[in-house]
């Protein structure tokens, strides 16, 4: 397979979120032209999205939706589990932790951390949160694939050098700071302050 580029990557999302709506609607095939309307694209470009990742559709016929569908979760890792620690049961980590999409796409939070006393040892959403103090052993000791950052900014670094101590290669960060991670780490940034800015600069242009 070709190196696939991000922007790729988030296209090959909004596929997917348009054939799960399409196969609810009771849609069995769709065409590119169709799918690139959907989403404000041109046929030509969604043909080659997909063909990255091997022949899809029939010429003249367009897609299968439950078939495409099926291929694009593939290629995302969505058939799969994965276990997932949340850092931070703040007012974002907690709204993040009842977030039932997750779960359904195969994301399942399987532990939570917070360095506040009166939290620790709690019962939250069914799921015992525990000292941050113990971070790397117990990622670790529960095998985490992927770990999600809701800590004020001041803590992020620290607490993502730890995260990459217990050797997890994938972030998602919450906290609005410059985090720095070695090579091998993949990490996204969440920053909803700056998506609130680029609406309101939308709004101020008219674009």
Known sequence: MRKVSESTV???????????????????TVSSKELAKIEKLTPAQVRKDLSLFGSF????????VLELKEK???I?????????????VGNVGSALVSYKEF????????????????????????????DVKDLVKELKESKIEMVIIAVPADQAQKVVDQVVKAGIRTILNFAPAN?????????????????????????????
Not at 76 to 88: C, Q
């Open 10 to 28: 988030k296209r090959l999302s909004r596929y997917y979120r348009v054939l799960r709506l399409l196969e609810k609607e009771g849609y069995v």
């Open 57 to 64: 559709g029939t010429r003249g016929l367009g897609y299968k």
């Open 72 to 74: 694009i979760a593939s």
């Open 76 to 88: 995302l890792g969505l058939d799969k589990t994965w276990k997932v620690a949340l850092i931070g």
């Open 103 to 130: 779960a359904k796409q195969g994301f399942l939070i399987k532990l939570l951390f917070d360095n506040d006393q009166r939290k620790i040892g709690k019962n939250h959403k069914g799921i015992i949160i525990k």
């Open 179 to 207: 985090i720095k991670v070695p090579d091998q780490v993949f990490l996204r940034t969440v920053n909803m302050a700056m998506e609130l800015e680029h609406l309101s600069f939308a709004l101020i242009n008219q674009i």
